[in-house]
Nanobody
Framework: QVQLVESGGGLVQPGGSLRLSCAAS????????MNWYRQAPGKERGLVAA??????NYADSVKGRFTISRLDAANMVYLEMNSLKPEDTAVYYC????????????WGQGTQVTVSS
């Protein structure tokens, strides 16, 4: 049974930091790219950060502020978020995307991040 369980969301003031965690199980972690997406109210879900094949990529809006990392030995992926802005408020989702066909894609249930004073 595939599971992606996010944690670490919450309420933080502008300029603050949060660290999101995603615990994965039920699939071969090392054969999947691990990504973080977010969805704000009234907006489409969009890619925030990706970790694939030893490389990382970020949305322009979070470059220099967010860092994605993964610990393959523990089937964990993290998103370190610094200098948070109100526009970072969203539900953050952990995603696993298979490298190989049929390239299954799995999603977590999401964790709310609210940046507000």
């Amino acid at each position: 049974q595939v599971q992606l369980v996010e944690s670490g969301g919450g309420l933080v003031q502008p300029g603050g930091s949060l660290r999101l965690s995603c615990a994965a199980s039920g699939f071969t972690f090392t054969t999947y790219a691990m990504n973080w997406y977010r969805q704000a109210p009234g907006k489409e879900r969009g890619l925030v950060a990706a970790s694939s094949g030893g490389t990382t990529n970020y949305a322009d809006s979070v470059k220099g502020r967010f860092t994605i990392s993964r610990l393959d030995a523990a089937n964990m992926v993290y998103l370190e978020m610094n200098s948070l802005k109100p526009e970072d408020t969203a539900v953050y989702y952990c995603n696993a995307q298979g490298y190989f066909l049929p390239r299954y894609s799995y999603w977590g249930q999401g964790t709310q991040v609210t940046v507000s004073s």
